[in-house]
């Protein structure tokens, strides 16, 4: 059990505020060394220091990451992947619009309306799965 957090301004606070510093320059100037010490000349006294930072328990649950999200992070988690997304949509709606505009262009223009606009039809069908995105350029 952890005890409270002494207040800033309290001695106690001071005191502990200190040896925490006193303590974290110690272990970075020597911290390599004794660890190494212990290990050779203490080895039950390394491996329980080892047990006492490694975790004791795994907790595995199921579910999955949306799980007691609020609406609001599921929207904002939804409008982060859309933004991340974004760029790629665009470039494949940039490609298909050129794709299409290829596909008019090489059309005989003497060709009724809606000939061409079966043609384009057609086209599009026979593209199937691919998409207009696999166009190059």
């Known amino acids: 059990m952890r005890k409270p957090e002494q207040p800033k301004g309290s001695p106690r606070g001071k005191l502990t505020g200190a040896f925490i510093e006193a303590l974290a320059s110690d272990w970075e100037n020597n911290g390599q060394q004794v660890l190494e010490r212990v290990r050779e000349e203490a080895p039950s006294k390394y491996a329980e220091l080892v047990s006492k930072l490694v975790p004791t328990e795994t907790v595995v649950t199921q579910g999955n990451a949306f799980d007691g999200k609020s609406q609001e992070e599921l929207a904002d988690i939804i409008v982060e992947g859309a933004s991340r997304d974004l760029p790629a949509y665009e470039e494949m709606l940039r ?19 809606d000939r061409r606009a079966r043609l384009m ?5 026979q593209q199937g799965s691919n998409g207009p995105w696999t166009s190059t350029g």
């Open 95 to 113: 490609r298909a619009r050129k794709l299409a505009a290829e596909r008019q262009a090489a059309l005989p223009p003497e060709l009724p309306a």
């Open 121 to 125: 039809r057609e086209a599009r069908r």
